[in-house]
């Protein structure tokens, strides 16, 4: 089968495509990705850092320009949206026998959800089977940022997604939770498929470490944006002196991260360390006790299950959960963890002090058990024979 994968995020940026389109060459297809040159978090990152050169017999990758992005302003954000849509056509337009040779058409959908118009455009015009993944339910996402903005772009939004889940052959989702925020398209069950993350780590040994409940390691990984709650968070590190949290990566609310941790007198406590390779982090992994997520909470909260979740199981790391509703059932059946919210840090802080070294060993092993549900090779076989179809 010959692939085209039409991306807006692509190696060395670290997204959930790469892994898959790894997986994919193995199976022996011939893939080819459309992708901007590397710009997230931003360009200067890569500029500044030198990677391998990613090859394959079966791999053939077509890069086109794109308007820088930048983290600061929101304007020059949007810009880098349309610019790859804009960018990403022409550079089609082109070169069509890359479409033309095509069987079928992957489109990871990253946000903004209209980096998925190039594909779209693509499938439709030279009539291929056009595949989908969605990782976040649009429009409802506009509004962690404004109602306001919500309310301006609904229709455009609405109407927008009903035409592309209608017109896509597959549409996988992230979590189950999802599925009647796509069948309210009028959408038939036997277009969505399930496709949730994986472990990325495949060799889950279990990590002898150290536990003191009077320095207890959290680790925050991923993306500092506005979708997440860094208030909660930081009162839960308020609530007792022998928390301790690294925060990994970089987002928009980055700067403004730091200045509540200054104002808040936490800089002994919250230490940051920049965006960087997964080699890197997860020499820090490897010392946390605990992996730290964190949404804000509204619709987006109980129907979405941030990627980390899994990157911190496959590490056998128990996790703390602010907000993330769709596990909730899944950390507390299986005791991996901890779900909390603004009523009860003060309980969950007291039950991370009084949490005795066997009980934590106990937590770890759990989920390890838990991992397995995750296993990568599993959910990407399935993944494989559904597109196969």
Not at 183 to 210: A, D, G, H, M
Not at 231 to 253: A, C, H, P, Q, R
Not at 300 to 320: C, D, E, F, H, R
Request: aromatic letters at 14%.
């Amino acid at each position: 089968m010959k692939i085209l994968v039409i991306t807006q995020y692509f190696y060395p940026e670290n997204f959930r495509i790469n892994e898959i389109i790894d997986y994919l060459l193995k199976k022996k297809d011939t893939i080819d990705v459309v992708a901007p040159f590397p710009n997230y978090p931003n360009k200067e990152y890569f500029e500044q850092n030198k990677f391998k050169n990613l090859k394959h017999k079966n791999l053939e990758i077509h890069r086109h320009s794109i308007l820088k992005r930048s983290k600061k302003n929101s304007y020059l954000r949007v810009l880098n949206y349309l610019s790859y849509i804009f960018f990403s056509n022409i550079y089609l337009l082109k070169n069509k026998e890359i479409v033309k040779n095509s069987d079928v058409i992957i489109s990871p959908l990253t946000s903004p959800i209209t980096s998925a118009i190039p594909a779209l455009i693509m499938s439709k015009i030279y009539k291929k089977n056009f595949v989908i993944i969605i990782n976040d339910i649009w429009p409802e996402t506009i509004l962690v940022k404004s109602r306001m903005l919500y309310s301006l772009t609904f229709k455009f939004f609405n109407f927008y997604i009903k035409y592309l889940y209608r017109n896509a052959n597959k549409i996988f989702i992230q979590d189950k939770t999802f599925t009647p925020y796509v069948k309210r398209y009028n959408i038939p069950n036997s277009k969505i498929s399930f496709l949730p993350n994986w472990s990325p780590v495949e060799n889950n040994s279990l990590t002898n470490i150290k536990f003191d409940n009077k320095k207890i390691n959290l680790i925050y990984l991923g993306n500092t944006g506005i979708a997440q709650d860094f208030n909660i968070l930081f009162n839960f590190i308020k609530s007792n002196l022998n928390l301790f949290l690294s925060i990994v990566g970089d987002g928009t609310e980055l700067n403004n991260i730091k200045k509540k941790v200054d104002k808040l007198n936490l800089n002994d406590r919250v230490i940051f360390y920049p965006y960087q390779s997964p080699k890197s982090f997860s020499k820090i992994l490897q010392k946390s006790h605990f992996g730290v997520i964190s949404l804000k909470d509204n619709t987006i909260a109980k129907i979405t299950t941030p990627g980390k979740y899994q990157l911190y199981l496959s590490y056998n790391l128990p996790v703390i959960a602010f907000n993330i509703y769709s596990k909730k059932d899944e950390i507390i059946k299986n005791q991996i963890g901890f779900f909390c919210y603004n009523k009860n840090i003060d309980n969950i802080g007291k039950n991370l002090i009084e949490l005795k070294k066997k009980d934590y060993k106990k937590m770890r092993l759990n989920v390890k058990k838990l991992n397995k549900n995750y296993d990568k090779k599993t959910i990407l076989d399935n993944f494989y024979n559904i597109i196969n179809q």
